[in-house]
């Protein structure tokens, strides 16, 4: 819900990290992203601590597409965490940084022959391969750099798991992976075995984002270890490993539950002490959370603009950002907590929508929610901010995205510089007459 080190001083003000949110604006302008490193490091070592409880022990991947940037990734690094990217940039992202390639896992559903070559040459850890095609051309590209490629073939596990359909991937309709019924995935198991740049190291599947409920993620867990079985006993291959996914849900509103990551580790424990066949080593759990890691550690700063009635007796406040910073709402109708500093902890008194600066009617941040007395020029603080806000943040109206401060100990630092008008037409050409 709020950071770790969120503190509501008494005047009601605001501080994060031990600094104060208004100090921040100040020097940074807003509309802001803060970003909270002790949330960042408690949640990591979450992690860390329950998969170092299996045997052999786990392996927990960031997905970097909940936000990456090259601080990130220097903080990931030094923690020891491993890395899920999706795409070039974000492979580029983190070498740049100095990730240890060896910690990448090489994600995504389409991946262009220049990223799949990248990856092996930078020799990431694993590639997750999602379709055929695609693994005949990792094949390719492994025979032309005379290596061999380590992969995952990701599973759809036929599991719906109960979050938004955008966001739901463990479902046999999906375009992700392939599906475990009909023969898709034992075509695409015999095949990996047969191609000899292609070592297979196990399965992935992930079921989707933001999800509450323990049990589907046991269930994943379970399902990728029996098909694992099948193969041995058919073929006597056994997986090295086995990728779990991420999609734990974050308490975005008071009365969420998040899903108790120890209690979901430990099944997982016993159901891979109890199914291995004797003699094998148990594989290794790897498991992404992106959102679980990063969401809680971020809050956004916005300065409110307008306040309006509009007939009907409706308030709106209006900020300075909006969808373009944050297309949650927009995309998903998700939902969103606030506070105005210097009234945090206040009774809300009066329900106003928050709307941004945005060219949209949908442009609305947060419908209808109730806040103390907003006047102009306050500020209002956005909770858990830190996954999928900046890494989906967009131009839109060529507006400026905001920039990314880190906290701790009552330091800041920049993570991401604001972007300046002279971003906006970087990659514009003159018009040159040609009709
Ligand atoms: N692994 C894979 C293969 C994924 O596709 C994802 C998320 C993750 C791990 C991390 O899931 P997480 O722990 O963050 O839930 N933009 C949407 C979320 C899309 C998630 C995409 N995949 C949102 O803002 O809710």
Not at 82 to 104: H, K, N, Q
Not at 121 to 145: F, P, T, W, Y
Not at 394 to 409: C, E, G, H, I, K
């Amino acid at each position: 819900m709020t950071p770790d080190t969120y503190v509501v001083d008494q005047s009601h003000r605001i501080s994060v990290g031990g600094i104060r949110l208004d100090a921040l604006a100040e020097k940074y302008g807003t509309p802001l992203y803060v970003l909270d490193q002790t949330t960042i490091v408690n949640r990591i070592r979450q992690y860390q601590e329950a998969l170092n409880e299996l045997t052999p022990a786990g392996q927990a991947f960031y997905a970097g597409k909940a936000f990456i940037c090259q601080a990130m990734a220097g903080l990931l690094e030094h923690q020891g965490m491993g890395l899920d990217v999706v795409s070039g940039g974000e492979l580029y992202t983190a070498l740049t940084a100095g990730f240890d390639p060896s910690r990448i896992m090489f994600h995504g559903n389409v991946k262009t022959r220049e990223e799949i070559a990248y990856a092996l040459n930078a020799k990431v850890g694993h590639m997750v391969c999602d379709s055929l095609e695609e693994l005949n051309r990792i094949e390719q590209e492994a025979s032309r750099l005379d290596c061999q490629a380590p992969i995952l073939l990701r599973i759809t596990p036929g599991i719906e798991a109960h979050t938004h359909e955008f966001i739901r991937t463990g479902q046999f309709d999906s375009k992700f992976g392939f599906a475990l019924t009909q023969g898709i995935a034992d075509q695409a198991v015999l095949r990996a075995l047969e191609l000899p740049h292609i070592a297979l190291k196990g399965f992935h599947a992930h079921i989707g984002s933001q999800i509450f409920d323990e049990d589907p993620f046991i269930r994943n867990a379970e399902i990728l270890l029996n098909y694992s079985i099948q193969w041995y006993q058919e073929q006597g291959w056994w997986p090295e490993v086995l990728n779990i996914g991420g999609g734990f849900g974050v308490r975005y509103q008071s009365q969420d539950v998040a899903p108790r990551l120890a209690a979901v580790v430990g099944a997982i424990r016993s159901m891979v002490d109890r199914l291995t066949p004797n003699g094998l080593v148990p594989p290794r759990i790897f498991m992404e959370p992106g959102r679980s890691i990063i969401a809680e550690a971020g809050v956004t700063v916005y300065q409110v603009m307008v306040k309006k009635e509009v007939p009907g007796g409706k308030w709106y406040v209006a900020v300075d950002g909006g969808m373009g910073d944050n297309i949650r709402p927009a995309l998903y109708q998700a939902r969103y907590q606030a506070a105005i500093d210097g009234k945090a902890d206040e009774p809300g008194t009066e329900t106003v929508t928050v709307a941004g600066r945005y060219c949209e009617t949908g442009d609305v941040l947060i419908k209808d929610i109730a806040l103390p007395p907003v006047s102009i020029d306050d500020l209002l603080v956005v909770f858990d901010t830190g996954a999928y806000n900046y890494a989906m943040a967009s131009n839109y109206n060529r507006v400026p995205r905001p920039a990314v401060v880190l906290v701790a100990d009552g330091r800041d630092e920049l993570w991401v510089a604001r972007e300046t008008y002279q971003d906006m037409v970087h990659g514009d050409k003159p018009w040159t007459g040609m009709r």
